[in-house]
């Protein structure tokens, strides 16, 4: 995977278009289709560390391909990529942040516990309504 990929890949990733990507960096969206194009101009380090700092992948990965991809790998190296992106981009938010991202994850956990109930309600009113006696009969 050359420069031109990585750059291909940070882009499909964050489904971002060449010209938010060059807004997000400050640079013209020229630029940024001359570095998807032509794999001999060189990203500069400072570009890429912005790339690290902004959408998480490693400024050493963005320069040369060399891992990790992102940032901060986490510890638990048994977490998929795609875990570890989420995790990164979790450092980069402020406490509000944060705590909004747990209340929602904390929100799918009743959520799911409420469909498993109304699904147990569900069958036992189908059982009723079909005749069949009682489960704990």
């Known amino acids: 995977m050359n420069q031109c990929d990585r750059i291909k890949s940070i882009l499909q990733e964050n489904k971002l278009k060449q010209k938010e990507l060059a807004a997000g960096l400050g640079v013209t969206e020229s630029y940024i289709s001359v570095l998807l194009k032509k794999p001999e101009v060189r990203l500069s380090r400072s570009i890429a560390a912005l790339i690290e ?5 490693s400024a050493d990965w963005v320069l040369s391909g060399a891992e990790p991809k992102l940032k901060r790998a986490s510890r638990n190296r048994s977490l998929s990529e795609l875990h570890q992106k989420a995790l990164a981009q979790l450092e980069k938010m402020n ?11 904390n929100s799918l956990g009743d959520i799911e516990k409420s469909l ?22």
């Open 53 to 57: 700092e902004k959408y998480g992948y």
């Open 95 to 105: 406490d509000d942040q944060v705590k909004a991202v747990l209340a929602f994850i």
């Open 116 to 137: 498993a109930e109304h699904g147990e309600n569900a069958a036992k009113a189908s059982r009723t309504a079909s005749g069949e006696p009682p489960e704990n009969l």
